[in-house]
């Protein structure tokens, strides 16, 4: 089983940027897409960006793209995510997750599509 853990969050102003960081233990975390999910207060968990396993495809919900930026790093066990330009509505706290399938080339934005999860990271955005 992989384990995830985050870094990165914290409190920033409107217009800051932070960059998440998720460490992935375990041999096989280059053979999985991953993704990075939010959940604020009161909301449903949402998917908020995705990579393939290779870091060819990438995936972002609307309100983010342009903004933020998923990377990985298969050497490194790591993915990352880039949030530039923050609002107070980035305020969340942010999870990675790995998926389940083996190698998928389009990444999944579905809870279910996802088997391994971190403890999470909290991001909160002032205005």
């Known amino acids: 089983q992989v384990q995830l853990v985050e870094s990165g969050g914290g409190l920033v102003q409107a217009g800051g940027s932070l960059r998440l960081s998720c460490a992935a233990s375990?041999?096989?975390?280059?053979?999985?897409?991953m993704g990075w999910f939010r959940q604020a207060p009161g909301k449903e968990r949402e998917c908020v960006a995705a990579?393939?396993?290779?870091?060819?495809?990438?995936y972002y919900t609307p309100s983010v793209k342009g903004r933020f930026t998923i990377s990985r790093d298969n050497a490194k066990n790591t993915v990352y995510l880039q949030m530039n330009s923050l609002k107070p509505e980035d305020t969340a706290v942010y999870y990675c997750?790995?998926?389940?399938?083996?190698?998928?080339?389009?990444?999944?934005?579905?809870?279910?599509?996802?088997?391994?999860w971190g403890q999470g990271t909290q991001v909160t955005v002032s205005s």
């Open positions: 375990g041999r096989t975390f280059g053979n999985y897409a």
């Open positions: 997750a790995k998926a389940a399938l083996f190698a998928t080339a389009v990444p999944g934005t579905r809870e279910y599509e996802y088997d391994g």
């Open positions: 990579i393939s396993w290779s870091g060819t495809n990438t």
